[in-house]
């Protein structure tokens, strides 16, 4: 079965920068979309960032647009998220996520729907 695993999490300051990575083993991920959501205490859900299987396109929320930067390297089956000058609004458990390729496409529902999902990786922004 399909297994996403997710670290480089942390504590970091404000202003600091890191980057989250995903990592797929099971089955293969380079024909599927993959995506970035993320909870903060208290909050539902929301998506972040996805990725077209083949890398080549992305769709971002409005609320990280230039700050958040999702990429992935298909030969290590694996994603990321860079996060450039994290801010306290940041702190949320981020969760990678992932979708049959075959039943959704990415430049029609870039945001979702998605299936799969890992363990989840916390980060704190917090001085």
């Known amino acids: 079965q399909l297994q996403l695993v997710e670290s480089g999490g942390g504590l970091v300051q404000p202003g600091d920068s890191l980057r989250l990575s995903c990592v797929a083993s099971?089955?293969?991920?380079?024909?599927?979309?993959m995506a970035w959501f993320r909870q903060a205490p208290g909050k539902e859900r929301e998506f972040v960032a996805s990725?077209?299987?083949?890398?080549?396109?992305?769709s971002y929320a409005d609320s990280v647009k230039g700050r958040l930067l999702i990429s992935r390297d298909n030969s290590k089956s694996t994603v990321y998220l860079h996060i450039s000058s994290a801010q306290p609004w940041d702190t949320a458990v981020y969760y990678c996520?992932?979708?049959?390729?075959?039943?959704?496409?990415?430049?029609?529902?870039?945001?979702?729907?998605?299936?799969?999902w890992g363990q989840g990786t916390q980060v704190t922004v917090s001085s």
């Open positions: 099971g089955r293969t991920i380079n024909n599927k979309s």
């Open positions: 996520a992932t979708r049959e390729q075959l039943k959704y496409n990415f430049r029609t529902n870039p945001q979702g729907p998605y299936e799969y």
């Open positions: 990725i077209s299987p083949s890398g080549v396109s992305t």
